[in-house]
């Protein structure tokens, strides 16, 4: 009875041996099928991305600031203190528009005391004028004819006797009295047409003066030259201003005004792109202030000659905004995308998920089960890129997969 019972638990322990061995083969056979078929390695999601459709556009960007197209630096041409002020900062202006006031008082009694300068050498003028005149008259002696007449019938009726010697003496005197009246009026033409060059040229300087200080009288007003907004007021009542006319640029700087119905981006665009930039060609601005909204300008400036920085060529370009309404600031940063080339409803994949051979030809992963590590490499045809995704051509179709690199 012992040996049956104890064969019996040994063929038992040899099935249960067996029947493990085979499950085991069995797991390793069916697992070897499964990663025959599933290819091995699962793609992780994240490294997956779409074959889109959209618009694509191959693109420089010039950061700059927004400036507008007309600023102009408002400085007095008079010196003084500032008596008043007319407008702030963000005021709407026009043209002519008084904007501030220097205090006149002094400048008020100098023109006063040209005034009276004026009507002194006029006065002088018209004198001297009137002097010339009597010297011309002596200066022709209409009387000496005549007492040279009575004075030689004076002397001829004397040797006759007719006449007493102080008669002839008196006709002789008034002769030659009225003889010398003319001969010193002769000498004092010269001397007075002198001296009416020289009131004249005093009456003109005086004139001059006088036109000066109205002019600088005129200064302490200061107007608007253009139409538009001020950007910013730079000086307060009281503070002292500074003539342009004396010191040039450095002149105190009482206000800036610029129009800002249309603004610019001057931005740079490297030696490599420039030839791709023309005069009207098409830009889209982005600025900090406004991310959801996007602004449309086109190139209206390129600079001839580029700057050398860093072993790296640059050229300025500006591009011109319309702002009717002003929502675009002097001064914000903005970026100027400048369209080199664009393209509507193509198929594009991202530039990650390209990959270049030794002879710069293009292909691309994609998910295949049966691949290995779970994808395959497909040759593709690529157009424009704008540094983010690539133009599509050739080898696949909308809503395919490609593997990021």
């Known amino acids: 009875m012992n040996g049956n019972g104890n064969g019996k638990k040994s063929k038992r322990r040899k099935r249960i041996i067996y029947g493990s061995i085979a499950a085991v083969v069995l797991l390793v056979i069916v697992g070897g099928v499964y990663a025959a078929t599933s290819g091995g390695t699962k793609i992780d999601p994240s490294k997956l991305a779409k074959v889109e459709k959209g618009d694509l556009a191959k693109s420089v960007v010039a950061t700059g600031k927004i400036e507008p197209i007309t600023k102009v630096e408002i400085k007095s041409k008079a010196s003084g203190i500032v008596k ?22 002094e400048i008020y009694a100098r023109v006063d005391q040209a005034h009276a300068q004026l009507e002194a050498s006029t006065a002088s003028m018209n004198a001297t004028r009137a002097d010339l005149e009597r010297a011309k008259v002596d200066a022709e002696g209409p009387d000496v004819p005549l007492l040279k007449r009575a004075y030689d019938r004076a002397k001829g009726m004397a040797k006759e006797g007719v006449v007493s010697v102080s008669a002839l003496d008196d006709a002789q005197k008034n002769y030659e009295m009225s003889l010398n009246k003319q001969n010193v009026s002769k000498a004092q033409l010269q001397v007075l047409q002198a001296k009416i060059g020289q ?65 610019y981006v001057k931005g740079k665009v490297d030696e490599s792109d420039i030839g791709k930039v023309y005069m009207g060609q098409g830009a889209r601005i982005k600025v900090e202030s406004y991310k959801d909204k996007t602004f449309t300008g086109k190139v209206n400036k390129i600079s001839p000659m580029g700057v050398e920085k860093d072993n790296v060529t640059t050229f300025e370009v500006r591009v011109s905004i319309n702002n009717p309404e002003g929502v675009l600031k002097a001064n914000m940063t903005a970026n100027a995308e400048i369209i080199l080339e664009e393209h509507k409803g193509v198929l594009q994949i991202p530039e990650g998920s390209i990959i270049y051979d030794k002879d710069k030809k293009a ?37 395919d997969q490609v593997v990021l690199q």
């Open 199 to 263: 009131s004249q040229a005093q009456v003109a300087q005086d004139r001059a003066n006088l036109k000066q200080l109205e002019e600088q009288l005129g200064y302490t007003t200061i107007t608007s030259p253009i139409d538009g907004i001020i950007l910013s007021r730079d000086v307060e009542v009281g503070d002292a201003v500074s003539s342009i006319l004396v010191l040039g640029s450095s002149a105190t700087l009482v206000m800036t005004l610029g129009d800002t119905s249309e603004v």
């Open 363 to 399: 292909s691309v992963e994609v998910p295949d089960p049966k691949g290995k590590e779970g994808k395959k490499k497909i040759a593709v045809n690529i157009g424009i890129s704008n540094g983010a995704k690539t133009e599509l051509l050739v080898g696949l179709k909308e809503g």
């Open 84 to 105: 008043k002020l007319y407008v702030e900062y963000g005021d709407k202006v026009k043209k002519g528009q008084l904007l501030a006031e220097l205090d006149k008082e």
